[in-house]
């Protein structure tokens, strides 16, 4: 269920004298060619997705960027100023960006086109874990099945806001689409390659419940799923046993998240006579840098499959689906 804000004209006056900034023009409008519509986005996956569907129709502003997280993102002066001065706004939702929830419903209350672009996911395929405390897994990007349908939302806002760029969008919209069936299809193949005993992901948080539960992967997060939570004692123990009585041959680090946790795993199992490796670096709640591949949704999914599966026992490409992995940015060819 949709939940906004609506704030009188009194308290978004006194928000705007506060943050020096001027209200803007807030009703629907057409596009004309010399003005491209202005949008803010808050992580690096819904940029991606907005970047690719508006074209040069748009001028995107991503607040979020890479190595960010977004459990922990407070909005700055300079970022509420940009949210107040967008036409659209597009985020995550599912409690991702919680402390930015205030400032969307602000700006939400403006009269804005603020849209969370994980809505229109049937909530019977949402994840509650238990230790959530009723709230729903924020993680859909890990499923690109689901991740597609955020590129319909995407879609869809932009049309409505914009009727005359509507067929550019749905084009756009369905080439990226069709990009992630593609990525669905490779994670799908490359991952069951990994016998079946092996198909156990220990990573530092628990980002990845959607990523296994699409492809049939036990997942084990050694910190909850916001990592405001610290991973006890008698979890780091339990996590060992597991590694140890299963000969899990490698663990996963995050971009986003401290490795001192997995560090003090794999010298728990070293004490008990079990060598575990890193198997690498995954990208959880933000993508690689800024014009590299791994700077891309396709990019960043198609790393996190191809490392686990060549770490874990399995068959994949060295430089993944298309061959991209690893370059550097001078060499990848203009999106």
């Known amino acids: 269920m949709k939940r906004i804000l609506i704030l009188g004209t ?31 986005t808050t992580t690096g996956m819904i940029t991606d997705l907005a ?29 509420i100023q940009k949210l107040l001065g967008a036409d659209v706004v597009l985020y995550n939702g599912l409690h991702l960006e ?42 859909v990007w890990m499923d690109p099945a689901a991740w597609a349908e955020s590129a319909a939302v995407i ?27 593609a990525l669905d299809n490779y994670a799908e193949r490359v ?5 079946e005993d092996r198909r156990v992901l220990v990573t530092a948080h628990d980002a990845f419940s959607y990523f296994g539960r699409r492809y049939g992967y036990e997942v084990v997060g050694i910190q ?38 997995i560090r003090a795993l794999i010298a728990g199992a070293k004490a008990r006579g079990h060598e575990v490796i890193i198997g690498g670096n ?24 191809t490392t686990i599966v060549r770490s874990l026992g399995g068959d994949a490409p060295e430089h993944g689906m298309q061959g991209k992995l690893g370059e550097s940015p001078s060499t990848k060819e203009s999106p």
Do not use: W
């Open 155 to 181: 879609r869809d806002t932009l049309s409505g806001y914009d009727p005359e760029g509507a067929e550019q969008y749905a084009v756009n919209a369905q080439t990226v689409i069709n990009e992630i069936n």
């Open 51 to 79: 970047t690719r569907i508006a074209g040069d129709r748009a001028e995107i502003t991503g607040l979020m960027g890479s190595g960010i997280d977004p459990h922990l993102y407070t909005p700055t002066r300079s970022d």
């Open 282 to 305: 995954l990208f959880s709640d933000a993508m690689g840098a800024r014009g590299t591949y791994e700077g891309t949704y396709v990019g960043m999914i198609d790393h996190n499959v």
């Open 10 to 40: 009194s308290a978004l006056l006194a928000l705007c004298a506060f943050l020096g900034c001027a209200r803007q023009p807030t009703e629907s409008k057409a596009n004309p060619e010399s003005e491209r519509i202005s949008i803010v």
């Open 98 to 139: 919680g402390k930015m929830g205030d400032a969307l419903e602000r700006v939400a209350g403006s009269g804005k086109t603020v849209r969370a672009v994980t809505e229109e996911i049937d909530e019977s395929y949402l994840l509650t874990p238990a230790q959530f405390n009723g709230h729903h897994d924020p993680h």
């Open 224 to 261: 909850g799923i916001s990592t405001e939570s610290e991973a006890g004692v008698r979890d780091l123990e339990r996590i060992v046993s597991l590694l140890v009585d299963r000969k899990i041959r490698a663990v996963f680090v995050e971009t986003t998240v401290s490795e001192r946790n």
């Open 191 to 195: 991952l069951h390659s990994v016998p």
